[in-house]
């Protein structure tokens, strides 16, 4: 497989991550709370909170920086034994991010 190609099969997961989590949260944007709850304690209630712009812009700004630094890495690694390793675990990481973001609406209620 190429350099470029395996570059791509790390870079799209994560543009897929992106366009889902932008595209479910501004058509859910009105519905959401003015602070939406973004980390929760072991017994599953919330103990942490954010605007919904702010939530916006961090999760996407999480996964836009997490896909460029895996497909970075995947460009750099090009024919080392551990390059499809590296793009592997970035899609992986998108997938992994990308549903709980895109979810975020509906766990997003105080």
Known sequence: MTVIRRCALTAVPFGGA????????????????????TH????????GFMSRTAALWFGSGLLVGLGLLFTVLTLVSKESPGARL?????AGTAVTLGYPLASIHRWGRE
């Open 18 to 37: 992106i366009a889902a989590y932008v595209g479910i949260f501004l058509a859910s944007y009105d519905r959401l709370p003015g602070r939406i709850a």
């Open 40 to 47: 929760f304690s072991g017994d599953g209630g919330a103990d």
């Open 86 to 90: 590296t793009a592997a675990v970035g």
